[in-house]
């Protein structure tokens, strides 16, 4: 305790007034200061000197400080992604293998067959695939081209390119000879113009649809194609042209579209303006389904007593909702989101669709009384957007017949993306949940449902002709397969995820492509897979660079580049086209004028042209892409087989079990002998 009561006493301070010796009287300026304290005094905590400072220079000396640190991160960041990037095996680039030179700027293009079909100003361009010379130029428009599809027919193409006025023209070109069929939409008043959106043909060319919006409204025109007709008509033409003028007035009228090492031109190649083909034949309007309504009717039974038509179930049409509940289910919804509904809000933008031709299948046969070729397309498969619903109609029909949808398939969320593989046999549908449903259009049923993970939305789906990795190497199944297929899915913040379905097993999705988190330049902005090669897809990133990924391995195979004097000027929306029938794309390239060069004064665009087969990394995957069918056999593959293999194959199996028991094999034997002489028997009756 008297350790305590000391301290106490040492802690006790005297008042000013007690305190014994004299006071000292500070002097009244700087100057006389005493120095002996700054001599002997020593700064242990070096942020006492800043600390010292007057505001406001202590803030910013503390800002100037935040900044070096954070720009000292930045740097340390960079220097170890530059160490890693250095560490890793770079892709091989591979420059491109031709080029077409224009004095234009090129507003789309597309690939068909053995063709180049590029729209830009006043009209669009035919070239060559292979050696890149211009074979025709059809340039009679007040306006550009801005976006072209082009339809493999067999023997001919179906071209079809759109106007920045909206109006879509339809080109027949056989035997590079261009015929010009119809302008679906054109009219005389340019108050009434509607704009075609979209537009998609049938496989083998028989119909054609057009999505057109005009006056506040948006439908669907669809069309019947008299493809027969037409080809009666060019190979035995009525009317007799001059070759020869033709010819020599599209050398004068093409002489200014192409430079001087592209003067030559196939002068067979002509437009036959003076044959007029048979016009496409319409057949079907279809608009977007009303929203549901409520109904005057005060029972069930006055509904069912009215109603003769039938939908399908779940299609949310012809439901007995009275106008009171609709009413009061508003004064809910207006009184829960008043405060959201108070401020202004932005006119709704007009529904769009996304539209299919499918094939006569189990879940939409044909009518019996109808006549047509077996692979002839029956049907046509519609959702619009912000639409639960995927709508089905009928192509027997004609204008008179109400445009009804035979079918109805209801998803549980309103249905963002969908996609049809090229066979026309499967159908994945994504909502807007992220939850995606895999239809097997030949079997007639669902493959499976899939989600993707949490946070990830579809932006694109992309079917990839299905493939099988042997001995190491992706390769193509020699047969058709069934219940067997794969595609990967673009998701909107980047990722890439790979969807794959095998029979009664459920899909699986696994990713490809992590979403970019610290380095944005790579973000991937467009997909397109590679026919021409297993397994194999190009990877289109912000940053202008263009990758072949092979989705199995999940790992970059090499790089394409253009010249360094032609970068993609917008590489966030690269215009680009792969060919489906050879192993090669073309991919648009802008002159920089940064880059000075005298032999290309004239020249601001370019398409180059990439072959997968000139780069020595694909050359034997391009040539050997396909397992022999003995292979196929040993590795137990579910292939699609025909009716008469599976018996002759069944009888096989039967046969080799029947020779290990000869007792039975005999016994086998006598029944089929009894049973054949039946058969006689009951013949001969006849």
């Known amino acids: 305790m008297s350790f305590l009561r000391g301290s106490q006493t040492q802690k006790i301070r005297h008042p000013i007034g007690t305190r014994k010796g004299p006071l000292e009287v500070p002097p009244p300026t700087e100057k006389d200061w005493p120095k002996e304290d700054e001599e002997d005094h020593v700064l242990v905590d070096p942020y006492e000197e800043l600390d010292s400072l007057p505001q406001p220079y202590r803030m910013i000396n503390k800002l100037v400080n935040l900044l070096f640190d954070q720009s000292w991160e930045i740097i340390e960041e960079r220097n170890a992604l530059r160490e890693a990037e250095s560490s890793q095996i770079q892709p091989t680039v591979f420059p491109p293998l031709g080029e077409i030179q ?8 597309a690939v068909s067959q053995d063709y180049v079909f590029i729209g830009g100003a006043k009209g669009f361009t035919i070239y060559n695939l292979y050696n890149a010379k211009q074979i025709y130029a059809w340039e009679k428009l007040k306006v550009d081209v801005t976006s072209i599809w082009a339809t493999d027919l067999g023997n001919e193409i179906l071209i079809a390119p759109v106007d920045e006025m909206g109006i879509i023209r339809l080109f027949y070109f056989y035997k590079e000879g261009l015929y010009l069929v119809k302008a679906i939409n054109e009219v005389d008043d340019t108050s009434k113009q509607t704009t075609c959106i979209k537009m998609e043909v049938s496989q083998g060319g028989d119909f054609a649809a057009f999505l057109l919006q005009g006056a506040g409204d948006i439908w669907l025109d669809v069309y019947k194609l008299p493809k027969e007709t037409w080809l009666k008509k060019v190979e035995n033409p009525q009317l007799t042209s001059n070759p020869k003028k033709k010819v020599r007035q599209l050398q004068l009228n093409t002489l200014g579209l192409i430079s001087a090492d592209q003067l030559e031109m196939d002068t067979n190649a002509c437009f036959k303006g003076d044959i007029k083909l048979s016009l496409p034949v319409y057949i079907m309007k279809i608009k977007p389904p009303k929203p549901v309504t409520g109904t005057p009717f005060k029972s069930p039974l006055e509904v069912f007593a009215k109603i003769k038509d039938c939908y399908g179930m779940g299609s949310g049409q012809n439901h007995f909702i009275k106008d009171s509940q609709w009413e009061q289910q508003a004064e809910i919804f207006q009184a829960s989101y008043k ?23 189990c879940l939409f046969a044909m009518p019996t009384e109808v006549k047509g070729p077996t692979g002839m397309t029956c049907v046509l498969g519609i959702h619009w957007t912000r639409s639960h619903n995927f709508f089905l109609y009928s192509l027997n029909r004609t204008l008179k017949d109400k445009a009804d949808p035979e079918g109805v398939w209801p998803c549980a969320a309103p249905i963002a993306v969908s996609q049809l593989s090229c066979s026309s046999s499967y159908l994945v549908l994504a909502c807007e949940d992220g939850v995606l449903t895999l239809w097997d259009l030949a079997k007639g049923f669902p493959l499976g449902v899939a989600a993707l993970p949490q946070g990830c939305f579809c932006q694109s789906i992309h079917f990839l002709k299905y493939f099988l990795v042997h001995k190491g190497q ?3 199944p020699e047969g058709p397969v069934k219940s067997q297929t794969k595609c990967v899915v673009l998701c909107t913040d980047a990722s890439l995820h790979l969807l794959e379905a095998s029979g009664t097993q459920g899909p699986t999705i696994s990713v490809l492509v992590e979403r970019p988190v610290k380095h944005l330049d790579k973000t991937i902005c467009a997909v397109a897979p590679v026919p021409a090669l297993p397994g194999m897809m190009l990877i289109f990133s912000k940053n202008g660079s263009v990758c072949l990924m092979d989705v199995a391995k999940r790992e970059i195979i090499c790089a394409f580049a253009p010249p360094g004097a032609f970068p993609l000027e917008v590489p966030w929306k690269p215009m680009f086209a792969v060919s489906p029938d050879h192993p090669c794309f073309l991919l648009r390239g802008d002159y920089s004028h940064e880059t000075e060069s005298t032999d290309n004064a004239g020249i601001q665009y370019s398409v180059f042209y990439f072959n997968f087969e000139a780069c020595p990394l694909l050359e034997n995957i391009s040539k050997n892409c396909t397992i022999p069918q003995r292979d196929l056999d ?6 699609a087989l025909s009716l008469e293999k599976r018996c002759e194959r069944f009888l ?31 013949s001969f009756k006849k």
């Open 474 to 476: 992706n390769m193509y």
């Open 634 to 639: 040993n590795m137990a593959f579910p292939q």
């Open 102 to 109: 224009l004095n234009k700027m090129p507003n789309c293009m």
């Open 339 to 361: 405060k959201y509904l108070d401020g202004e809000w932005e006119e709704e933008p007009l529904s769009t669709a996304t539209f299919y031709f499918l094939l006569p299948s």
């Open 652 to 682: 096989q199996k039967s046969y080799r079990k029947l020779e290990k028991n000869p007792e039975k094999e005999q016994e086998h034997w006598a029944r089929l002998q009894r049973y054949s002489l039946l058969l006689q028997r009951e």
